[in-house]
């Protein structure tokens, strides 16, 4: 019967709908004619009751007869424990505010004078939670703050599965801030933070410059956490001082932990960062391509931006050189010129037009496809901005984003034309570069 109500629910709702709000929705119990169902989120408790409560009633009444009603609770989920009768419908949740990359990983952060610091204190941290406390991180932008501070929590999820750990940033902070106040569910909002997390990082702090209220808010959540001994992570693009309109006693709230501070690196530093960056993406970069990279650009963030878009190099020419490198990181803004005109050339053929047209505005039907799947290839596969995108196919920044949605929903849908036409691109880039 259980299963009888999520499929029938599954069929009314779309897909998008079903994978962002009912991953987690669950029947708990059937009591006589009432439904209870459990969801692991306040939030999305909250949500599947504004926005599906018509829809899930109707469906209820349908599998149980005219007079069955329904009920949602909030449960909290411990991950450890697995639901066997309940198939892969339903996935089981800790209280991750915000999904971790699981890329940022103590392994796939390298340390060196600039970081070790940092680095070991948020390594002890994940051992021993609550023994710096607070931590107070704090660098220029791109130097690894967030890498560092959920890679504790990606630690932590795996060594120790029974710790909440919370990571969001102070922007994440404010908006369900504002959304409980408008919803009238301040009381949840604050039980989430303030009783229910273990570990509670707050990445870029300096979004709440100006905005008082979700100062004073966070200011009392960081008190309840702290004196109940758990673990408490600012992320900070400037020391607290710094954050100017931060009230005084907040201020000292953050200075009474340990200060961190991750320094400029080196180019050595950022030679070894570029060279497990490109390793990490299963791409070979010659050394002196990324000694190359790592005399030009100053942060990890920047190596990072660069060497993706070598590897889309590469992946279309399968080969990359220096001076190639060269050509195509000093002018960031503009992609390399081969790059464009190969592109709208293999466009061509596949879809039988002029790549004069491609670049026109007409709208005939294969025209038109050649462009939509070229944007969207463009961007995926070959890891340009939109912006650029933008430029190698002469339109609007908004023509380039509404194309790509329009290919993003039709590969959701499953459209196998669309599939086609991207392998044949595929194929005609690699045959390419074979040729070359
Ligand atoms: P911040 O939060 O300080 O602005 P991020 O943590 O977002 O910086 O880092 C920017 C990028 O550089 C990320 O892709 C991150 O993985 C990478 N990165 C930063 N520091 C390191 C490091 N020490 N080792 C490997 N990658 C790093
Ligand atoms: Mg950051």
């Known amino acids: 019967m259980k299963d009888n109500i999520l499929s029938a629910l599954k069929e009314k709702i779309s897909r998008q709908n079903w994978e962002s709000w009912f991953l987690d929705f669950n029947v708990k119990k059937i009591e006589d004619k009432h439904v209870v169902f459990e969801v692991g989120n306040i939030f999305i408790k909250d949500r599947l009751e504004q926005k599906f409560s018509k829809i899930i009633s109707k469906v209820v009444k349908e599998v149980l007869g005219k007079d069955a009603t329904f009920e949602i609770v909030y449960k909290e989920i411990d991950i450890t424990q697995k639901n066997e009768e309940k198939g892969p419908l339903v996935r089981k949740r800790p209280l991750l505010i915000t999904p971790l990359n699981p890329k940022y990983t103590f392994e796939n952060f390298v340390v060196g004078n600039f970081n070790r610091f940092a680095y070991n204190v948020f390594l002890e941290a994940s051992k021993k939670p609550g023994y710096y406390n607070p931590i107070f991180l704090y660098s220029g932008v791109g130097l690894g703050k967030t890498h560092l501070a959920q890679a504790l929590g990606n630690y932590l999820l795996e060594n120790d599965p029974d710790l909440k750990v919370a990571y969001l940033t102070s922007e994440d902070f404010m908006n369900e801030m504002f959304y409980a106040i408008k919803n009238g569910t301040t009381e949840e909002f604050r039980e989430k933070y303030r009783k229910k997390a273990d570990i509670l990082i707050i990445d870029d702090i ?164 050649a462009r939509k799947v070229g944007m969207y290839y463009a961007a995926k596969k070959l890891n340009l901005s939109t912006r650029d995108v933008g430029k190698v196919f002469n339109k609007s920044h908004s023509s380039v984003v509404q194309n790509i949605n329009q290919v993003e929903k039709l590969i959701k849908e499953g459209n196998i034309i669309i599939k086609n036409y991207l392998k044949q691109i595929d194929k005609a880039t690699k045959n390419f570069a074979q040729g070359e």
């Open 206 to 369: 300096q979004f709440l410059i100006g905005i008082k209220s979700a100062q004073v808010e966070l200011f009392h959540t960081f008190n309840a956490i702290h004196e109940a001994g758990k673990q408490i992570i600012i992320c900070s693009d400037r020391t607290p001082q710094e954050l100017k309109d931060f009230h005084s006693r907040m201020i000292s709230r953050f200075q009474m932990g340990l200060l961190v501070k991750i320094e400029n690196p080196t180019k050595e530093d950022l030679f070894k960062i570029g060279k497990k960056i490109s390793k990490l993406k299963g791409v070979e970069i010659n050394d002196e391509i990324i000694d190359y990279i790592s005399s030009i650009y100053d942060n990890p963030r920047l190596i990072h931006g660069a060497i993706l878009k070598l590897i889309a190099y590469k992946n279309l020419y399968g080969s990359l050189n220096l001076s190639i490198a060269q050509s195509i990181l000093t002018n960031p803004s503009k992609p390399p010129k081969a790059l464009e005109e190969k592109l709208i050339e293999i466009l061509s053929d596949i879809f039988e037009c002029s790549p004069e047209e491609i670049l026109s505005s007409k709208r005939t039907k294969n025209i038109s496809y």
